[in-house]
Structure formats: structure tokens, C-alpha cells
């Protein structure tokens, strides 16, 4: 009785004006059937209203990944350091703000900054991961504390961290984590909805042997694809990071899993294998979280081709039957199909530009490889790069149309290798064990590019003008419209059929979230998330962002029609040249250290601080107060900014090492201030 009751609400119970859930229903197609704003009314869309009050005791923007939650006149939503925002949906009014106060020193355990991706709701509660990994459920009405669980195994020698919304399964909340670039071994839990108490947990990959048996069986076959030699010191990897579906007809949990750690398989497990369950679907029972089956996208991955980007349920009609399915456009470049029920593999083709395989065998089920792939000898340019042809910002279905809206990323790198000794466990560090690298040359783009996939006949139908890369996720409605944001600050509604523009609003705020639409006393408005950052810090704010133009800030804007333009953020601004210091009195540093400080940069600072050159969200080091490098050591090493997000390094970085890299930092600005003057004159 109790399950039908979950199938009805799931199916059938959500009403047309909500958004109750990630993806608005169980299905996540991230599609509604509302119809106020449409082709020949869109000429008037403009703001309702902002909300803007994000900045919690002085921790600066990190960008803002969240897919809102709407239910009963209120919007649910998470920011950076997992605070979560309700507010009225008619006004932006602040109802209740809940900080759950991340540790700042926990910012330095993620690889993509301390963003998340949502929260849920369910009968009067809002669940909400923090990055430091607890679970918590609040009352949706004052946003009260109702019970907090530790889901973390390992806080000391695994670098968890979760920026990923939880999802809804029956009685149960569902939550993954992240970490694989840096030392973690993957798995998905499920907490009883009322009391917080774990029902079941599933690992991902296999764990360290020499730290007990294999937890069931579905491990102990994982096991027979890892070398005996692995580097289970590691992890592993496989983090289940983003996308985790219920399926209340079939009871299943579909959840996509990461890429291995390090990357490349030759040094995660030498000799090879396909390592299971890294860059995989696995099909979990609801109720007992035990396998029923798996699809790997990327047998024995090497490319950071994670198979975590958001999953669609659908029933489409294949040949002479309508087939339950469910589709992903993961990382290596391919969408696939897959009968949900079963795991069969039903079509899977390029959406992008993809080198490293030619296609996927629909027999076997694996992918094609080139010669291209293999970057273990020799560096490699390959298609897609470590970023994907799609990452997490969701793509959306919409069953009228039958099309897939997915913004991808067009982007190759050059892959390198790190030598495996040099792939040690480092706590807040990179433990990826190859070097990449965006070509200068010989890319003719570097792009978000919105398209239009027809998953049942294997065809693009449209696809939009590229904007630049990191754009955002999408959104369509019965209306015959999509919505998208980009990383220029626009926000953008396209016919759904044609691709053809219909209406673009100028923010000037970046856009990397998916927008989400309600109706609320007869009017239907479209809501947004705004603020760019995550991921993209460690390369800077790509050419053409609204944050190279204006400030970062992080916003809810909130669309309706006969609404007002868009004020922009403030002018971003123009930093005076600070003087540079002279450090370590007469000693000039010997081109030994500056090489050291270099390297232990691009080590543990460039993920967040990046290379000069690539502005971003964090401060500027190559334009430092004095009084900031006087302070340097405090800061790197003592800790002094943790409390603002900026992590000690005290366990990992020795003071002469601290030093050497603010040497480098001091001596780079002075070459390039050189170089600049002589151009000068
Ligand atoms: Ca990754």
C-alpha cells in the first residue's frame, strides 16, 4: 500500500505549478508542463526579483551550482559553504537562512570548491549535504536543526567532500560525496528520511584488502577488474558525486559513479583491468542497496571521463515498443541509452567531438578505442577533455518535443603522466597522477554550446551559437521553450523545436545552475541561480565571462513576465598595482628554489588560486598588499584565514616551503612586470 502511495506521488502527485524535487519529478527531465511563458509571450520576460544576501561571516564568492526547490510559495535552495536559503517565492524575502558552519580547513579536502548542488524536500523537511560531510534535515518552516548525521567513514586519510544535492528514494535520503582526484574510495548512502538512521550503504569500488573482506558480492566481482597491485592506499575513486535517481516503478536507485584515482589506469592498477564500478551506472535495489546491474561508460578509465552527469528517466518509443529507459551524456562524449529495467545497453553515440574511441560496440557494450587514447608513453591531445563533453549542469528532456537539451563543453587537453612514485597520499592535495594542459593552439573552440539530441533517431536537431566555456544547465516546458544561462551573463530562451533565439536577457552575472519554473497565484515565474566558479577556478574565468566585467556576486534571479531588466553587478574592481615586496632581505632566491616554488604551487595552490594570468574568484597573488605578504607564512602555513576558507597548510607544506612558493610568486610578478615595461618603451 505504502509503495503505491510512493508510485502515485511520485507519478502522478506533483502539480503542475512545483518543482518539489532536483529534477521536478522522480524522472529529474528537468522539464515542465507550464505554459504562461511561451514563444509569443517570452518578448516581456524580465526580473521579478532578486535576492542577493549570500556572503555568510566574510567568505568570499565561490558561484553558485544549486537547482532551486519549489513547494507551497517558497523556494529552497543552497549556496556556497552549504548554506541553505528559503525564501518567499512572490517576493524573495528572506524566510530562514541555515549555515551549517563547514570548518574552513575543509575547503582544502575538495578539488572544485566548496559549492553544492541543492537540497530536497520532503513532507515538511529540507535535507541539505555540507561540504564537510554531514547530512542534515530541517524543518522547512524555520529551518530548525530535526537531525544531523556524520556520513563521512574516514575524516582522516580518504579527502571526502560533498557539493552533490540528496535525492528522495522511498523511505530513504540518498548522498554521495566527492574526493576521487584527491584520495577517496566512492560509495552512496541511504539514511531513513525520519530519524537520520543509515539504511544501507554501497561502495563503489573495492577497498583495501589488507583492511578486511569484501563487503558483498557485487565488491568481490568489482575486485576480479582491479590488479592485485593497486594503489588502494588511494581509494580508489568511483565518487558518487551528482547523480543519483529513484525509480519508485522498477525500485531502483541509479547512481553515476566517478573516475579513478590517480587517473590513469597504468598507476591506479597496474596491468590494467576495467576496474569496477569506476565511470559507471549502477542499478541498486531502493530498499537494500544491493547491485541488480551495471553499465561501465569507460572500462579502465584514464581520461577523468566520470559517468556522475545527471541521468534521465524516460519511456520512449524504439522500434516497434516503448522502452523504459534512462539516459546520460557523461564525460567521455558519448549519450547513452540504456533499458533501465535491465542495464542493456540500447544505443549510445557522440554528441560531441570525441578522439580517444571511434564508437561503442552495442554488442559488447564497450567503446572502440583509438590509438589516440593512450597517453602512457607520449602526451596526447585528446577530445573531450578531463572537464567532459558535458559535466554536472543538468540537461534537460522534454517528452513533447522528445529532445535532450545538453550543454556541453567543447574543449580538448593535452594528457600527460606524472610518474607513479611520485603519486603519494597527501591529504588537501592533488593526487591525480597526470598533468593536463588546455592547448593554446589548434582548437578551433573553447565552448558552451547548448544542443538539441534526438535520442531515437541517433540526430542532432539544433544546436545554439557557442558562448564560452562553463555555461549553464537547462531547462524546458510543454510551452515549446527552453531556458539556458551562460557564463557571458546572459540568459537565453530558445524555441524547442528550432533552436531559434526568442529572448535574451543580459544579467551580467555568470551562469552555471539550471533554472527551474513555478506558477504562484497565477503568475509563472522562472528562477535561476547565478555566480560563477567551482571547477573553473584552477583555469581562471574563461575569455567572455561576466565576472571578467563585473563582480562575482552570487544571486537568485527570478524571471516573470512584464518583469524589469536586470541590474548588474557592480563593475569589477580595477585593483590598484601594489608594490612588490623584497623578501629575505639581500639573498636573491637561486633559481633551484624558484623552480621548487613553482611546482608546490601548481601542487596545492593553482586549483584554487590558478597561474597568473586567470583571474578568478579568489585573491589576486600576484598583486598582494605588503601586509598580506608579511603575513604570508601566517596565512599558508598557520592557518589565519581558515575561518574565511583559506585552509592552513600546516600539515603538508614545511615554513621554507611556504617560502619558496611565495618567492616564486613575488619573482614571476617581477619578470612579467619587467617584460611589460620594456614592451612599454
Ligand atoms: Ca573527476
Given amino acids: 500500500m505504502l509503495a503505491f502511495a510512493v508510485v502515485k506521488s511520485a507519478l502522478g502527485g506533483v502539480e ?14 528537468h522539464f515542465s508542463p507550464l505554459t504562461q511563458i511561451g514563444p509569443r509571450t517570452v518578448e516581456s520576460l524580465g526580473l521579478a526579483w532578486q535576492f542577493d544576501d549570500f556572503v555568510v561571516r566574510g567568505r568570499t564568492h565561490r558561484g553558485n551550482e544549486a537547482t532551486a526547490i519549489y513547494a507551497d510559495g517558497v523556494l529552497y535552495f543552497s549556496g556556497p559553504w552549504s548554506v541553505v536559503y528559503a525564501v518567499d517565492a512572490r517576493t524573495g524575502r528572506l524566510r530562514w537562512r541555515y549555515d551549517p558552519h563547514v570548518a574552513g580547513q575543509w575547503a582544502g579536502r575538495g578539488c572544485c570548491d566548496v559549492v553544492s548542488r541543492g537540497v530536497a524536500l520532503w513532507h515538511g523537511r529540507v535535507y541539505v549535504a555540507t561540504f564537510d560531510g554531514f547530512l542534515v534535515a530541517l524543518d522547512a518552516r524555520d529551518g530548525r536543526e530535526a537531525w544531523r548525521v556524520d556520513t563521512f567513514t574516514d575524516r582522516v586519510a580518504m579527502n571526502y567532500s560533498i557539493t552533490g544535492a540528496p535525492r528522495i528514494a522511498g523511505h530513504n535520503v540518498l548522498i554521495g560525496n566527492g574526493g576521487a582526484e584527491m584520495g577517496a574510495r566512492g560509495y552512496v548512502t541511504a539514511f531513513d528520511l525520519e530519524t537520520g538512521r543509515m539504511a544501507w550503504r554501497f561502495f563503489t569500488v573495492p577497498g583495501d584488502p589488507a583492511k578486511g573482506p569484501d563487503e558483498n558480492s557485487a565488491m568481490m566481482f568489482a575486485r576480479g577488474t582491479w590488479s592485485k597491485d593497486s594503489r588502494w592506499d588511494l581509494g580508489g575513486g568511483g565518487t558518487a558525486w551528482d547523480s543519483m535517481v529513484y525509480d519508485p516503478e522498477l525500485n ?31 542499478a541498486l535495489d531502493a530498499g537494500t542497496g544491493a547491485l541488480r546491474w551495471h553499465y561501465q561508460t569507460t572500462p579502465g578509465d584514464s581520461w577523468d571521463y566520470t559517468a556522475t552527469q545527471n541521468i534521465i528517466l524516460a519511456d520512449l518509443k524504439i522500434g516497434p515498443r516503448v522502452r523504459h529507459v534512462l539516459m546520460q551524456a557523461p564525460k567521455n562524449g558519448f549519450f547513452y541509452l ?4 535491465t542495464g542493456e545497453l540500447l544505443s549510445a553515440d557522440a554528441y560531441t567531438r570525441v578522439t580517444w574511441a571511434d564508437r561503442v560496440d552495442l554488442a559488447s557494450g564497450r567503446p572502440v578505442m583509438t590509438s589516440q587514447a593512450d597517453f602512457s608513453t607520449e602526451p596526447k591531445l585528446i577530445w573531450p577533455s578531463q572537464a567532459g563533453g558535458h559535466n554536472w549542469m543538468p540537461m534537460s528532456f522534454n517528452p513533447a518535443t522528445g529532445l535532450v537539451y545538453i550543454p556541453t563543453l567543447e574543449m580538448p587537453m593535452n594528457f600527460a603522466v606524472t610518474p607513479a612514485s611520485d603519486v603519494k597520499f597527501r591529504p588537501g592535495a592533488n593526487n591525480e597522477g597526470d598533468s593536463v594542459d588546455v592547448p593554446a593552439q589548434a582548437v578551433p573552440q573553447l565552448a558552451t554550446v547548448l544542443k538539441a539530441w534526438d535520442p531515437v533517431t541517433h540526430r542532432m536537431a539544433w544546436q545554439a551559437a557557442a558562448g564560452p566555456f562553463w555555461g549553464g544547465g537547462a531547462l524546458s516546458t510543454a510551452a515549446g521553450i527552453v531556458f539556458a544561462g551562460a557564463a557571458d551573463g546572459s540568459f537565453t530562451v530558445y524555441d524547442a523545436r528550432s533552436g531559434r533565439v526568442l529572448k535574451r536577457i543580459e544579467t551580467g552575472s555568470g551562469i552555471m545552475a539550471a533554472p527551474i519554473t513555478y506558477q504562484v497565484d497565477g503568475t509563472q515565474y522562472v528562477a535561476v541561480l547565478a555566480g560563477i566558479g ?9 575569455p567572455g565571462s561576466a565576472a571578467l566585467s563585473y563582480e562575482n556576486t552570487e544571486r537568485l534571479l527570478v524571471f516573470k513576465l512584464h518583469g524589469r531588466p536586470v541590474p548588474h553587478p557592480a563593475p569589477r574592481a580595477q585593483e590598484p598595482l601594489e608594490p612588490l615586496p623584497v623578501l629575505g632581505g639581500d639573498d636573491v632566491p637561486t633559481p633551484a628554489v624558484l623552480a621548487q616554488g613553482r611546482a608546490l604551487f601548481g601542487a596545492w595552490c593553482a586549483a584554487c588560486h590558478a597561474f597568473r594570468g586567470a ?40 615554513p621554507a616551503e611556504v617560502r619558496a612558493i611565495q618567492q616564486f610568486i613575488v619573482a614571476d610578478e617581477a619578470s612579467s612586470r619587467a617584460e611589460q615595461s620594456a614592451t612599454n618603451h
Fill in 16 to 29: 503542475a505549478a512545483d518543482w518539489p524535487l532536483n529534477g521536478r519529478t522522480h524522472r529529474e527531465e
Fill in 252 to 282: 531502483l536507485v541509479y547512481v553515476g559513479t566517478g573516475n579513478g584515482c590517480p587517473h590513469p589506469v597504468w598507476t591506479r592498477s597496474p596491468g590494467g583491468g576495467d576496474n569496477l564500478y569506476l565511470s559507471s551506472i549502477v
Fill in 338 to 341: 540504456l533499458d533501465r529495467a
Fill in 534 to 542: 567551482g571547477a573553473i577556478s584552477a583555469v581562471g574565468y574563461p
Fill in 615 to 654: 583571474p578568478n574568484a579568489y585573491p589576486n597573488l600576484w598583486n598582494l598588499p605588503l601586509a598580506t605578504h608579511a603575513a604570508f607564512e601566517t596565512i599558508v602555513h598557520d592557518g589565519a584565514l581558515a575561518e574565511v576558507g583559506m585552509p592552513s597548510f600546516a600539515g603538508s607544506l614545511a
